[in-house]
């Protein structure tokens, strides 16, 4: 059983560029989460994907976006990058039934792509 | 809106037994977790709440109690490796989680 990987492991890009962040999900999982950390800061929640649809969003802007692949695999996108992107950007798998409500399923987090705005 | 309450820093000494209490307000709830996270490294999950009470595995134990709004990790037989950032985090619905901002636990010799 293969964990979650991410790639790049860390990025830098300047201000006003667009940058795109992969995950290989935990194989079996068909949910997948993605989560912006600032220093010092917790994991903040900006969208998921179950199925390759989006299953919920954050309080993240537009020109934050994401793909799911048929293989679960999954991208963010992120445009127009400003300063304040700067974090660590943390994926997580989860197997999910992409119902609402209260059933938990664990989720199994990548090691992030630490990206930096120049 | 959501919001997360827990301390900033624990500090303790190996062999010793340490609390990392949890408050949050929450529109949506179903369950609190808790992650450890070492410096730099992944979140890794420790356990799940989903009704009241207490969950115990191995060292460590949390606890929920949804009419306070209040949660707890215990941590116990403390060794230097459990020296990380420890987060609380609320299950919103569809798994999504709502963290905490941390508690960094330093442990001593």
């Known amino acids: 059983e293969t964990g979650v990987t991410q790639s790049p492991t860390h990025l830098i890009k300047t201000r006003g560029q667009q940058v795109t962040l992969r995950c290989s999900s935990q194989s079996g999982h068909n949910t997948v989460s993605w989560y912006q950390q600032a220093l010092g800061q917790g994991p903040q929640f900006i969208f998921q994907y179950y199925r390759e649809e989006e299953n919920g969003r954050g309080n993240f802007p537009p020109r934050f976006s994401g793909l799911q692949f048929p293989n679960y695999s999954s991208e963010l996108n992120v445009n127009a990058l400003e300063l304040d992107d700067s974090a660590l950007y943390l994926c997580a798998s989860s197997l999910g039934t992409g119902g609402g409500g209260g059933a938990y399923n664990e989720q199994f987090f990548g090691p992030g792509t630490r990206l930096t705005v120049l | ?109």
């Open chain 2, 1 to 109: 809106g959501q919001s997360l309450e827990q301390p900033s820093e624990v500090t303790a000494v190996e062999g010793a037994i340490v609390q990392i209490n949890c408050t949050y307000q929450t529109s949506g709830f179903y369950g609190l977790s808790w992650y450890q996270q070492h410096d730099g490294g992944a979140p890794t999950f420790l356990s799940y709440n989903g009704l009241d009470g207490l969950e115990e595995t191995g060292r460590f134990s949390s606890f929920l109690s949804r009419s306070d709004s209040y949660g707890y990790l215990l941590l116990q037989e403390l060794q230097m490796k459990d020296s990380a950032s420890y987060f609380c985090a609320v299950n919103s619905g569809y798994s999504t989680l709502t963290f905490g901002k941390g508690t960094m636990l330093l442990v001593s010799p």
